[in-house]
């Protein structure tokens, strides 16, 4: 599967955004689906996960509240909706995919990855 994430831009604090994750070569009913992201110097990091049905969504803590995936009824986009935006949500933002029935929190536990799209939050 390939994936092509969309949707970043700049944006002022407290304002929303949503990233998508557009799936090419196979529908994600299969895959686990997450995403990441990386600050300029810092390392990358998990920030919430679909299941493969779209039943159970998972966040980081400091997400929580704030950000909302989903999952599209074809099961070819998946959303990271984000609302109340901080300077600090600054990063690229990638999008990944787990060939695993189990979500999946690791880099390494991810075999697919989109190139990223960046989101930057202004103060």
């Known amino acids: 599967v390939q994936l092509q994430a969309s949707g970043g831009g700049l944006v002022q604090a407290g304002d929303s955004l949503r990233v998508s994750c557009v799936a090419s070569?196979?529908?994600?009913?299969?895959?686990?689906v997450g995403w990441f992201r990386q600050a300029p110097g810092k390392e990358r990091e998990f920030v919430a996960a679909?299941?493969?049905?779209?039943?159970?969504?998972y966040y980081v803590d400091s997400v929580k509240g704030r950000f909302t995936i989903s999952k599209d009824n074809a099961k070819i986009t998946v959303y990271l909706q984000m609302n109340s935006l901080k300077p600090e949500d600054t990063a690229v933002y990638y999008c990944?995919?787990?060939?695993?029935?189990?979500?999946?929190?690791?880099?390494?536990?991810?075999?697919?990855w989109g190139q990223g799209t960046l989101v930057t939050v202004s103060s």
């Open positions: 679909i299941t493969r049905s779209g039943g159970s969504t």
């Open positions: 990944a995919a787990a060939s695993r029935y189990s979500v999946a929190f690791l880099i390494r536990e991810y075999d697919y």
């Open positions: 070569g196979r529908t994600l009913s299969s895959y686990v």
